[in-house]
């Protein structure tokens, strides 16, 4: 069988023009006559990658923020060309992105299923014989001649939805940003992966959820900046990433400037060990004292990647932090609780108490952890549920 | 479903010409756009496409009070009621399809960052937007011309009114596109069409003759508007009077012009609107 996807040698390049504006203004292009060649660089998303993907195959694409996963999808999707390479798919791509891209707010509900599915590619008659289906899927028949300005945004988000998950793709894109949304847009679309999957579609999942890829996919491609690092089975592609997000789940920060409070923080250092239930968490963190103060004392809050606050570490509860204009470094010792998989980002706080803040840096570090804290768990924890794991256990059985 | 899968190549950016084929297998979406545009156009409004009808008809008055009555401008051969009016349908027209094709990329940019379609489509659809308004402004048109004085050659009806639409489509397609292009690229153009329009609406034969008769190099220059033979020629059926063959080509080999050159940097800077946009 010929394979539904082949991507062959593929390339992307950027040219990254400093200072750029988001868009051109003729005053710009007028300026920029006169003035020095502005700097550009090249920079290359995608690398020479190249892979097969067979009909009824769910393939992983795993990678570190700028891999290059995003960029490959949007060649995938066709937005923009590839700079060097070929790509040929056999078949209809659908992407869960693109779930609502179209609507019109002027137009009533049952005008912009028809829009909307003409948008993602569907007949005209598809959309008609499946009308009935995508309004019942979407609970919004009562509206259905109201325009879609007057639908709260939980029922433009269902109508949506409703539309995509009738798209019926040979080929279907999911993008982790799926991960977002209320808890009920979640599961439909958890529960439309599932049956899709059985019924035999071809998927390519994009995730950082280990656990959720692990359940999906049977075998998975990892991308490290804009190159194919490995492809093959998708427990040892996992097993890989992890070895490498573990080594790399130490970060750095440092400000641009000094501020001008009395002490500012001038370096965070943030190192990650360990495996799930016991993961230990080592902030580094550096003072520096510009004028006289009083004494301080440090805590750390850690916010899931939506910006939820889920723990404080208060690691000494007294304010111990004394002047000193050379500089001093703090470190602490975190023991993480269970928790789910997420990408976790770390604020540091330094005070002489509660209402006295000399300085609040706001998520400054990130760790990001990719092992269930359940273990054997193979489904995908819900935002919505809870971050922190405990251990549990029945105790009548 | 059953359908046999259609095989896509994506490959870099380097085409040499418009892909015509995929362009007609998306005609149900280029229906939709244009749909779409129709019916967002009227939503909310009581008269509805009534306003297409009012506003040449509202302009028309107005005209034939100041330029016919006050000032007696001379329009040769034919009545100046027939003369504003015909060429405001066919002005108004063109400068909504120009305007709204050259807006409609930047006003459809969250569709295109994220869906695939040929772009032209876009800017394709809101000129047959206001095709549709055109028709139902002609139609009352034609019921003005049942009630008021004036003597009609049928036969040059036939041949010259579809040649004068064409001729407006062309030159809109073709300046509306390039407008779309470069719109996405340099929003400075927003505020260059309106002015245009405005000085343009002068500068055609619309509610006054624009050319005297006396061949001067100001009349060429004047000619090189699409808009020039196009709505000279949709008026011959109701004149007696003369057209000049030279300014008539200048002006049809402009609109082509503009369609070429229009089309041609479109199809250039296609590809990299989701980059730009």
């Known amino acids: 069988m010929k394979p539904i996807l082949e991507v062959q040698n593929i390339s992307k390049k950027f040219l990254i023009q400093h200072q750029q504006l988001p868009y051109l203004s003729f005053r710009d292009k007028l300026s920029s006559l006169f003035s020095s060649?502005?700097?550009?660089?090249?920079?290359?998303?995608?690398?020479?990658?190249?892979?097969?993907?067979?009909?009824?195959?769910s393939v992983?694409?795993?990678?570190?923020?700028?891999?290059?996963?995003?960029?490959?999808?949007?060649?995938?999707?066709r937005i923009t060309p590839p700079t060097n390479g070929r790509i040929t798919v056999r078949g209809r791509i659908a992407s869960l992105l693109e779930v609502g891209t179209g609507f019109h707010q002027e137009l009533t509900g049952r005008e912009n299923i028809f829009m909307n599915g003409s948008i993602l590619g569907m007949k005209h008659s598809e959309i008609k014989a499946k009308f009935d289906e995508i309004v019942d899927f979407s609970g919004t028949e009562k509206f259905l001649d109201t325009p879609l300005k007057h639908y709260s945004s939980g029922m433009q988000l269902r109508l949506a939805f409703a539309v995509a998950a009738h798209l019926e793709p040979e080929i279907l894109i999911i993008d982790e940003v799926l991960a977002v949304g209320d808890a009920e847009f979640q599961k439909k679309c958890l529960g439309k992966m599932e049956t899709v999957n059985r019924s035999g579609k071809t998927i390519l999942f994009v995730s950082h959820n280990m656990a959720a890829v692990g359940n999906l996919c049977k075998r998975a491609i990892l991308l490290d900046k804009g190159k194919l690092l490995r492809e093959g089975p998708i427990t040892e592609i996992i097993h890989e990433y992890q070895v490498a997000a573990n080594g790399a789940n130490s970060?750095?920060?440092?400000?641009?400037?000094?501020?001008?409070?009395?002490?500012?923080l001038n370096k965070v250092a943030l190192n990650?060990?360990?495996?799930?239930?016991?993961?230990?968490?080592?902030?580094k963190s550096n003072i520096v004292s510009q004028s006289a103060h009083k004494d301080l004392f440090i805590a750390y809050d850690i916010s899931n990647s939506v910006g939820i606050p889920i723990l404080q570490a208060i690691p000494q509860l007294q304010p111990f932090i004394k002047f000193s204009d050379a500089g001093q470094t703090i470190e602490t010792e975190i023991e993480l609780p269970p928790m789910i998989p997420d990408q976790y980002k770390v604020s540091v706080w330094i005070g002489a108490h509660n209402a006295d803040t000399m300085c609040w840096e706001k998520e400054v570090v990130a760790f990001e952890i990719s092992e269930s804290p359940a273990k054997g768990r193979n489904f995908p924890h819900s935002h919505n549920n809870g971050f922190i794991v405990p251990n549990s256990r029945i105790i009548n059985g | 479903m059953n359908e046999?899968?259609?095989?896509?190549?994506?490959e870099p950016a380097n085409r040499l010409s418009f892909n015509f084929k995929e362009l007609w297998s998306y005609r149900e979406l280029f229906y939709f756009f244009t749909w779409r545009d129709i019916k967002v156009k009227y939503k909310q409004t009581v008269l509805g496409v009534f306003w297409v009808m009012l506003q040449p008809l509202f302009m028309m008055l107005i005209f034939t009070f100041f330029f016919g009555q006050r000032l007696g401008v001379k329009t040769e051969g034919i009545p100046y009621p027939v003369f504003a009016f015909s060429g405001l349908i066919l002005w108004n027209f063109f400068s909504s399809s120009v305007t709204n094709a050259g807006n409609s990329m930047v006003l459809n940019a969250p569709i295109i960052k994220k869906i695939y379609f040929p772009r032209l489509i876009i800017p394709l659809s809101s000129v047959l937007a206001s095709l549709v308004d055109l028709v139902v402004a002609l139609m009352l048109f034609i019921l003005f011309l049942f009630f008021y004085p004036v003597t009609i050659n049928a036969l040059e009806l036939v041949i010259f009114w579809p040649l004068a639409f064409a001729l407006s489509l062309v030159g809109a397609v073709g300046l509306g596109c390039w407008l779309a292009a470069l719109m996405i690229k340099y929003r400075d153009f927003r505020f260059v069409v309106s002015f245009v329009m405005q000085v343009a609406f002068f500068l055609t034969p619309i509610v006054y003759p624009v050319s005297r008769g006396s061949l001067s190099v100001l009349e060429y220059?004047?000619?090189?508007?699409?808009?020039?033979?196009?709505?000279?020629?949709?008026?011959?059926?109701?004149?007696?009077?003369?057209?000049?063959?030279?300014?008539?080509?200048?002006?049809?080999?402009?609109?082509?012009?503009s369609l070429l050159l229009g089309l041609n940097y479109f199809r250039k800077t296609e590809l990299f609107f989701a980059d730009l946009a």
């Open chain 1, 37 to 57: 060649k502005e700097a550009t660089e090249e920079f290359w998303a995608l690398r020479d990658v190249s892979f097969n993907i067979q009909p009824g195959e």
């Open chain 1, 60 to 77: 992983g694409i795993i990678g570190r923020n700028g891999a290059g996963k995003s960029t490959l999808l949007k060649i995938l999707s």
């Open chain 1, 251 to 264: 970060y750095e920060w440092s400000p641009k400037s000094p501020g001008n409070s009395a002490a500012y």
């Open chain 1, 272 to 283: 990650l060990r360990g495996t799930q239930p016991n993961y230990t968490l080592t902030v």
């Open chain 2, 4 to 10: 046999p899968y259609t095989e896509t190549i994506i």
């Open chain 2, 221 to 257: 220059i004047l000619a090189l508007n699409p808009m020039y033979a196009a709505i000279t020629l949709f008026r011959i059926p109701m004149t007696t009077d003369v057209v000049d063959p030279i300014l008539i080509a200048i002006s049809i080999c402009s609109s082509f012009l």
